[in-house]
């Protein structure tokens, strides 16, 4: 009698293992491998359930094997510590559903039919396929239209399985991020090579003596193009460093005012030297945990957009304060035209332009607030853009104070 006991212990230990084999893991052989221990597991418990209805076990030893006997709440418990949405399938009935499932689709679903559950095309096939077979299909716009999922099934006996639901949003917009990106990449930097080739070409028939200032005039523009695809190449590269270290925080002292005035000091705005930034800072501020050189990228960035973007006569304000117990403030504020309330979400994606043929002509690659956002969030603070048409833009970063008692104040 005490080997039903052990039976209906392996039988448990066998349905747990290999349901978190299945819903861990998505290859073939340890699939197999989950299925087997799933389905030796529920042999066992049915031997010992048969067993047990028979009268095989004493009295005394009832109370001692009942635990091992009784393995739903073991197999509840395992789904409810899942957050991807699980359901518990018999022949085509749902029977069991974790909470993830029952925020997604509804409580209403147990003891409903699964095609009821789960109401897509491609998913009602694979649901009510024959033989119980193992399989996966992608499907769209369960609990929100944008959202993707792979459905999988995973078959735990003759007519018992597993049906998983795995969110597969990020990996997609991931995904189509990567994509998007080379293909702006490779159409930024193919327009100036276009044109680089196109001058060369023109400038092989272009030798006499009367062809001098055909030839100086393509040179210069050949030399824009070339410096152009330098920029292009070098922001690439900077974007690539900054996402590399994305992980690791920054923990040197920076004075974000020092890096400020630098800053207004080296973009001056006209060629007559009069400055077009105007810097306010707060005295006596703390610095701010930071890399230097990233910080004075960014810095260099939003001030060189709005000299570029803003009012051409305008000064540009430089702002730098407290921004809390624990935050420092910067700001950078234009009078330009403003940017329209359908642009700004969009702002900082690589290579997304308000106005394409402004930005290349003043020379901008499409880079420079997607590494402003990288930079920020590195350095684990916040961005917000703002902007009223007519009146300006303000672009506000705050970075945390590094606390350090025995940081000193920088000026």
């Given amino acids: 009698m005490e080997r039903i006991g052990l039976i209906a212990i392996m039988g448990t230990l066998a349905v747990i293992c290999g349901l978190a084999l299945a819903i861990a893991s998505a290859g073939d052989a340890v699939v197999l491998l989950a299925g087997i221990l799933v389905g030796v597991g529920l042999t066992l418990l049915l031997t010992a359930a048969r067993r047990w209805s028979r009268g095989d076990l004493e009295p005394e030893e009832e109370s001692a094997i009942q635990p091992a006997l009784t393995p739903t709440p073991g197999v509840e418990d395992l789904l409810g510590a899942l957050d991807e949405p699980l359901l518990l399938v018999e022949g085509k009935m749902v029977v ?3 909470a993830a499932a029952v925020a997604m689709l509804g409580d209403h679903m147990v003891g409903e039919d699964v095609r009821v559950a789960v109401r897509y095309p491609a998913a009602t096939e694979l649901l009510t396929r024959e033989g119980n077979t193992a399989g996966s299909v992608e499907i769209i716009g369960i609990g929100d239209p944008d959202r993707h999922w792979t459905l999988s099934v995973q078959p735990l006996g003759p007519a018992t399985r597993v049906v998983r639901l795995t969110d597969r949003t990020a990996t997609r917009a991931t995904e189509r991020m990567r994509v998007d990106f080379v293909a702006n990449a490779s159409h930024e930097l193919r327009t100036p090579l276009a044109s680089l080739i196109g001058f060369i070409e023109t400038l ?3 030798n ?3 062809d001098a200032p055909v030839r100086e005039r393509f040179l210069g523009i050949m030399a824009g193009e070339a410096r152009r695809m330098q920029r292009l190449v070098d922001d690439l590269i900077s974007l690539s460093r900054i996402e590399a ?6 923990a040197d002292a920076v004075s974000l ?3 400020a005035r630098e800053t207004a000091d080296t973009l001056r705005g006209d060629r007559s030297g009069r400055s077009r930034v105007e810097l306010q800072v707060e005295e ?12 004075s990228q960014l810095l260099h960035n939003l001030v060189s957009n709005a000299l570029k973007y803003g009012d051409p ?3 540009v304000r430089v702002v730098v304060a407290r921004g809390g117990p624990t935050m420092l403030r910067l700001a950078v504020i234009d009078e330009g035209e403003g ?4 642009h700004l979400p969009r702002l900082t994606e690589r290579f997304y332009r308000v106005d394409a043929g402004r930005s290349r002509a003043v020379g901008g690659t499409g880079l420079g607030l997607a590494i402003v956002k990288h930079i920020v969030e590195r350095h684990r603070g916040r961005l917000d853009i703002a902007s009223t048409q007519g009146v300006g833009t303000t672009i506000t970063v705050l970075l945390p104070i590094l606390l350090d008692s025995k940081a000193a104040a920088a000026e």
């Fill in 245 to 250: 270290d994305k992980h690791r925080a920054p």
């Fill in 313 to 315: 006569v305008r000064p």
């Fill in 284 to 295: 006596g501020l703390p610095p701010v945990a930071g890399d230097r050189a990233q910080l």
């Fill in 339 to 342: 940017i329209a309330p359908q």
């Fill in 208 to 210: 006499g003596p009367d």
């Fill in 257 to 259: 005012v020092a890096l």
């Fill in 204 to 206: 092989e028939d272009a």
């Fill in 96 to 98: 069991r559903a974790n």
